[in-house]
């Protein structure tokens, strides 16, 4: 069953990844997708992932401050994927960065920020 991220209480931030593949290799996609995800959870600062795949995919990823942003982008084997995802897999995309400070929840708020 499919869940959402379990994120502490106010402020971390969310890195948001949208995009628009490519037709070529879906194979290979699919295993460097399962790959990064795989590395980006044992990273320090890491929080948790949503992702969604239509037209256009988004992916959210959770992290604790902006320096563990910082660390993932710079990781030995992350921008070898980047490089490949801009060749290969993608047609478009976007990475937004944004602080999270109010959390709402069904039923109400879930967090107030710190």
């Known amino acids: ?3 959402l991220a379990a994120t502490p209480a106010p402020p971390y931030y969310a890195v948001i990844f949208s995009s628009i593949r490519s037709d070529q290799d879906a194979d290979g996609y699919a295993r460097m997708a399962d790959a990064m ?3 980006a959870e044992r990273q320090p600062g890491f929080l948790g ?5 239509e037209t256009v995919g988004i ?3 959770y992290r604790r401050d902006e320096e563990s942003i ?3 982008k710079r990781h ?3 921008p070898a994927a980047q490089r490949l995802g801009r060749r290969r897999w993608y047609k478009d995309y976007r990475v937004r960065v944004a602080r ?6 069904l039923g109400g ?3 107030a920020a710190a």
């Open 1 to 3: 069953m499919p869940q």
């Open 59 to 61: 992916t959210v990823s």
């Open 70 to 72: 910082l660390n993932w």
């Open 49 to 53: 992932v949503e992702s969604a795949r």
């Open 76 to 78: 030995v084997h992350h």
């Open 37 to 39: 995800l795989d590395l």
């Open 109 to 111: 708020r879930a967090h």
């Open 100 to 105: 999270v400070e109010p959390v709402y929840a």
